[in-house]
């Protein structure tokens, strides 16, 4: 992302789904940290946990903790950058270190980081004294256009991604894109595949736009930056005001991840996650083509804006079909209709933002053959 002449962006929006709200800013520039530092004073906490990973570069984490120095007493206690980390021990690591640390049920604990701080960091907030209060400062793209626009937290299982978690809903969530200056293009490009997911699947009345927008090098202007934020909580919003929880309409934001789930977790995550989801959507638009569901036009249309993205459009080599099918029957939106032998739960479209219903159910059961037919087709030298 370029920050050359990068000029102050403030917006800020309620973010409602079901019957929690919370306030959602994105800014810029070195004077938001006195708005971030009163919104912070109005909590009224009694202690700042920050947690981030390894990975968040010291000038931010600095930052952010001189800031709330200011406001009350602060700790910061640090994850590893990576995949395998974002587990059930590095939560009880974390746990016994923050409660050693005098956390009480009025203390908050802040994410500071990209999706793995956010969802180690709010599956802790929702865990400690059953619920202590969460503020959001994700500081990936990925993060401010997605993580932090759910109230899942979870971690992994040692078999499967996002096995062990709950609901939890953040107090505050504060975008600084500043942040994003120091991101490699591929972590950029990977945020805009969700939000290509979500053009796909829920806005496709702005495909046009982004289509024109997106660029292979990933540089863009703050502005440009702020409006895919704006989009993805829009697109999110539209699904999720009734459906917090995810079970209905809302399981659109699941299309792309059964495939895309097993390919980022059989490469522990060498497979950005935003990438992975890019190659799932393309092989869940092929397997509702070999159903008949979707016609050609609409399954090229996901090539050409991953492609304007300058995103992956195949599956890692090192992968096989049966490995992949393998961990897509661990896949968690297992149970939404009773399972079948020889079938995978997946979400599909019948065509641009229109998904396919089975009875008042957004699941469809693949039978594995059609699957595998449509993960090979994204598989090099298959």
């Known amino acids: 992302m370029s920050t050359a002449g990068m000029s102050v962006i403030a917006c800020e929006r309620e973010v409602q ?6 306030p959602f800013h994105v800014h810029s520039g070195d004077q938001s940290w006195a708005e971030f530092a009163s919104r912070m004073v109005e909590l009224d906490a009694d202690r700042f946990i920050v947690i981030t990973d390894d990975g968040v570069p010291s000038a931010i984490v600095h930052a952010v903790e001189n800031c709330l120095v200011g406001v009350g007493p602060t700790g910061v206690f640090t ?11 590095t939560l009880d690591r974390l746990a016994e270190e923050v409660i050693g640390s005098g956390v009480t049920r009025n203390s908050v604990v802040v994410a500071l980081g990209g999706g793995l701080a956010g969802n180690v960091a709010g599956l802790l907030a929702a865990l400690i004294f059953r619920g202590i209060r969460l503020v959001h400062l994700p500081t990936t793209l990925l993060g401010m256009s997605d993580s932090v626009l759910s109230l899942k937290q979870a ?19 504060w975008n600084h894109l500043d942040f994003l200056a120091t991101l490699p293009p591929e972590e950029i ?7 290509i997911k979500n053009v796909l699947g829920i806005c496709p009345d702005r495909y046009d736009e982004i289509a024109a927008k997106l660029r292979p090098d990933a540089v863009y202007a703050s502005e440009t930056i702020a409006e ?5 909580v829009t697109a999110k919003a539209t699904v999720m005001r009734n459906d917090h929880r995810e079970k209905r309409e809302a399981l659109v934001l699941e299309y792309g991840h059964t495939v895309g ?6 490469t522990g995550g060498t497979l950005r996650h935003g990438h992975a989801i890019g190659v799932g959507m393309l092989v869940a638009a092929r397997v509702s083509r070999l159903l008949g569901f979707m016609d050609e036009a609409d399954e090229a249309a996901h090539r050409v804006l991953l492609e304007r993205n300058g995103a992956p459009v195949e599956l890692p080599s090192q992968l096989t079909v049966d490995e992949i099918i393998s961990a897509v029957r661990r896949d968690n939106k297992r149970g939404y209709v009773p399972s079948r032998p020889g079938m995978a739960d997946m979400v599909i479209l019948e065509g641009l933002g229109r998904p396919h219903w089975v009875d008042d159910n957004i699941i469809t059961q693949v039978d594995e053959d059609i699957l595998r037919c449509a993960i090979g087709s994204y598989l090099p030298g298959s």
């Open 261 to 266: 789930h097993a390919a980022e977790l059989l």
């Open 228 to 232: 895919f934020i704006d989009l993805c």
């Open 17 to 22: 789904f079901g019957d929690f709200r919370y």
């Open 79 to 89: 994850a590893p950058n990576t995949e395998k980390a974002k587990n059930i021990e």
């Open 189 to 195: 490009q990977a945020a805009l595949c969700e939000m």
């Open 155 to 173: 971690v992994n299982s040692r078999i499967g991604k996002n096995h062990l978690g709950t609901f939890h809903a953040p107090v505050l969530v």
